[in-house]
């Protein structure tokens, strides 16, 4: 490893000794769909099972913990989406320290209330994550309070690499770490706790429509996106950090990136086949191994950065992802408007063994002849395969099928 990188191994350990006895040691659990698939032992280390709900208490805690008496006296000021507004709201709260935590506007509502719940002050301010940092700087400027960044200080990437420790001692032999990134502490602090040691690759994945590292890494500085459009609002960052991008530009060969629709499907296997709740940004890693097991050399461990998922979203994400794996259908259709007409389409569907979760039928409408009908139906099937099967049966009973 590099002398000249801000953050080494000796770092992520003194941090870690820090942590002992503040943040768990999180299991890692495996995964035979994705072993399976990898035809290797694959793993999930489950941060989203930390205190807080996330990694982010590593590195908030490090980092208050190494303030002066008098800095924390002053108390301490961060901005955060909500992941690492709760690691600074309880690291403050275990440290005696007051915490103002400005949030965006949209803010996830069991993120603002955890937050608060941890005793900090919070203040919704800005459209995301960028603006709220800027607020969170000027609170900071005015009052005195220590501004606490999400990813771009020494201590923070340090406590966030005690996971790679970690994941060193549970799974000895591990080749690959994949690891959800944003501005990119995790990731940093991982690659760091684990660069000396020989043959473990480490991968960075990052949501498409939030993919700030790809375009950095060749440019070789950290590049501003100009746009943001993802659900995983944990990883939702425009622009690298200095101090982790120094570290993953040096030791981080590859970071990719997965679609809205792999991170529905990702969420949706820890859901039902792992029994974990996860957030969209969390199962980043897991949606990298989904779409391209054979790029992962086993033993793979995917860390599940964060379980702080908002109830109402995770309604949504899961009719995402049923339809992204092909469970879930909508489609319209039409037919002569007569008696029986709906129920013979329906027995076509009971023949085909699909479940029908809803039926809309439409006789007036203009863009209808006058003895047409058009019926809404949305269906659950087994798969993919079964859901081939319901609609060619469909196609060959003469109906016509119109999707999106």
């Given at each position: 490893m590099s002398p000249a990188l801000p953050v080494t191994l000796a770092d992520v350990r003194a941090a870690a000794d820090l942590l002992a006895?503040?943040?768990?040691?999180?299991?890692?659990?495996?995964?035979?769909?994705?072993?399976d698939r990898c035809g290797g032992p694959v793993r999930f280390k489950c941060e989203n099972l930390q205190r807080g709900g996330s990694f982010k208490l590593r590195?908030?805690?490090?980092?208050?913990?190494?303030?002066?008496?008098?800095?924390?006296a002053a108390g301490v000021v961060a901005a955060?989406?909500?992941?690492?507004?709760?690691?600074?709201?309880?690291?403050?709260?275990l440290l005696g320290c007051s915490a103002?935590?400005?949030?965006?506007?949209?803010?996830?509502?069991?993120?603002?209330?955890?937050?608060?719940?941890?005793?900090?002050?919070?203040?919704?301010?800005?459209d995301?994550?960028?603006?709220?940092?800027?607020?969170?700087?000027?609170?900071?400027?005015?009052s005195g309070a220590v501004l606490i960044h999400p990813f771009d200080h020494v201590d923070v990437v340090a406590g966030q690499g005690s996971v790679g420790l970690e994941i060193g001692d549970q799974v000895p032999d591990v080749r690959t770490i994949v690891v959800p990134t944003g501005g990119g502490g995790l990731l940093a602090?991982?690659?760091?706790?684990?660069?000396?040691?020989?043959?473990v690759r480490v991968v960075g994945v990052q949501a498409a429509g939030a993919a700030a590292y790809p375009s950095s890494l060749a440019a070789g500085h950290p590049v501003a996106l100009d746009g943001i459009t993802t659900m995983a609002d944990g990883i939702a960052v425009a622009l690298p950090g200095e101090v982790p991008f120094a570290v993953?530009?040096?030791?981080?060969?590859?970071?990719r990136t997965v679609s809205e629709e792999s991170l529905s499907r990702a969420l949706l296997l820890c859901l039902e086949r792992a029994k974990l709740v996860v957030e969209p940004a969390g199962v980043a890693g897991v949606a990298a191994v989904l779409d391209d097991p054979q790029a992962?050399?086993?033993?793979?461990?995917?860390?599940?950065?964060?379980?702080?998922?908002?109830?109402?979203?995770?309604?949504?994400?899961?009719?995402?992802?049923?339809?992204a794996s092909g469970r879930f259908v909508a489609f319209r259709t039409r037919m002569t408007d007569r008696p029986g007409a709906l129920a013979a389409l329906l027995h076509e569907l009971g023949e085909a063994d699909a479940n029908v979760l809803e039926v809309e039928h439409l006789r007036t409408n203009p863009r209808l002849h006058v003895d047409e009908a058009e019926v809404y139906v949305q269906i659950e099937t087994r798969g993919g395969k079964h859901t081939d099967a319901v609609l060619g049966r469909l196609r060959a009973a003469g109906y016509p099928l119109v999707f999106g």
């Open positions: 006895d503040v943040a768990r040691v999180t299991p890692v659990v495996g995964s035979r769909v994705l072993s590195g908030a805690y490090v980092r208050i913990a190494r303030l002066t008496p008098e800095e924390r955060s989406a909500g992941n690492h507004a709760q690691g600074v709201a309880l690291a403050a709260s103002t935590v400005v949030m965006p506007v949209g803010a996830p509502l069991p993120k603002v209330a955890a937050t608060e719940g941890y005793g900090a002050t919070v203040r919704l301010i800005g995301n994550v960028e603006q709220a940092l800027a607020a969170a700087a000027e609170i900071a400027a005015e602090g991982v690659a760091a706790a684990v660069g000396e040691r020989s043959g993953v530009a040096e030791l981080v060969p590859d970071v992962f050399e086993p033993p793979v461990v995917a860390i599940l950065s964060g379980g702080n998922v908002d109830p109402l979203l995770m309604l949504r994400l899961l009719r995402h992802g049923l339809a």
